[in-house]
Antibody, heavy 122, light 107 residues
Framework: EVQLVQSGAAVKKPGESLKISCRGSGYNFSTYWIAWLRQVPGKGLEWMGIIYAGDSDTKYSPSFEGQVTFSVDKSITTAYLQWSSLKASDTAIYYC???????????????WGQGTLVTVSS | DIQMTQSPSSLSASVGDRVIITCRSSQNIRNYLNWYQQKPGKAPKLLIYAASNLQSGVPSRFGGSGSGTDFSLTISSLQPEDFATYYCQQSYSLPRTFGQGTKLDIK
């Protein structure tokens, strides 16, 4: 059974750093991309970018480039999303999801993590 | 970026109703269009991929159609568990983009 399991909720102050995780299981982790998506509570879904688990190739949405960093440790089938200096506007739910390809794809986001709520408040 | 526009933004309907949600892309995306259902406090769930293909395990009352720039999601007979928010998403190019969502609630 394919599963993506994310780390738990985090409460941080502005300016602090944070790294959240997404562990994949039940499939060949190294042959898929992991996408990160943001959802501000009560709002829609935003695609932040992807990282290829096989070689850590990354593609960021222009809206998030320079604001976050993706990484992956394929030895433990885990992808990470990190911030070096959080802002209040980073408060949101962050999802990871499996993405088959960076190009045109007939099957995006077939499996999702449960979401990680990040709250940034002074 | 490809802009995705859904209509309506919200919709009230009754159990047993037939519901249609539409999605328009700002450029031709062939049939690289997916639909997701999201319930409160849960991650989105893939319903339809490649515009008209039912994801495994999704009830047959859900259907998708369209190609090019105009797409639709149809629920043939609403069930209580279908009240949720629905999103379309293009998988034609990067960055991937979503419609703003359609919230379906009980009349």
């Amino acid at each position: 059974e394919v599963q993506l399991v994310q780390s738990g909720a985090a409460v941080k102050k502005p300016g602090e750093s944070l790294k959240i995780s997404c562990r994949g299981s039940g499939y060949n982790f190294s042959t898929y991309w992991i996408a990160w998506l943001r959802q501000v509570p009560g709002k829609g879904l935003e695609w932040m970018g992807i990282i290829y688990a096989g070689d850590s190739d990354t593609k960021y949405s222009p809206s998030f480039e320079g604001q976050v960093t993706f990484s992956v440790d394929k030895s433990i089938t885990t992808a990470y999303l990190q911030w070096s200096s959080l802002k209040a506007s980073d408060t949101a739910i962050y999802y990871c999801a499996r993405q088959a390809t960076a190009g045109s794809s007939y099957l995006d986001f077939d499996f999702w993590g449960q979401g990680t709520l990040v709250t940034v408040s002074s | 970026d490809i802009q995705m526009t859904q209509s309506p933004s919200s919709l009230s309907a009754s159990v047993g109703d037939r519901v249609i949600i539409t999605c328009r892309s700002s450029q031709n995306i062939r049939n690289y269009l997916n639909w997701y259902q999201q319930k409160p406090g849960k991650a989105p769930k893939l319903l339809i991929y490649a515009a008209s293909n039912l994801q495994s395990g999704v009830p047959s009352r859900f259907g998708g159609s369209g190609s090019g720039t105009d797409f639709s999601l149809t629920i043939s007979s609403l069930q209580p568990e279908d009240f949720a928010t629905y999103y379309c998403q293009q998988s034609y190019s990067l960055p991937r983009t979503f419609g703003q969502g359609t919230k379906l609630d009980i009349k």
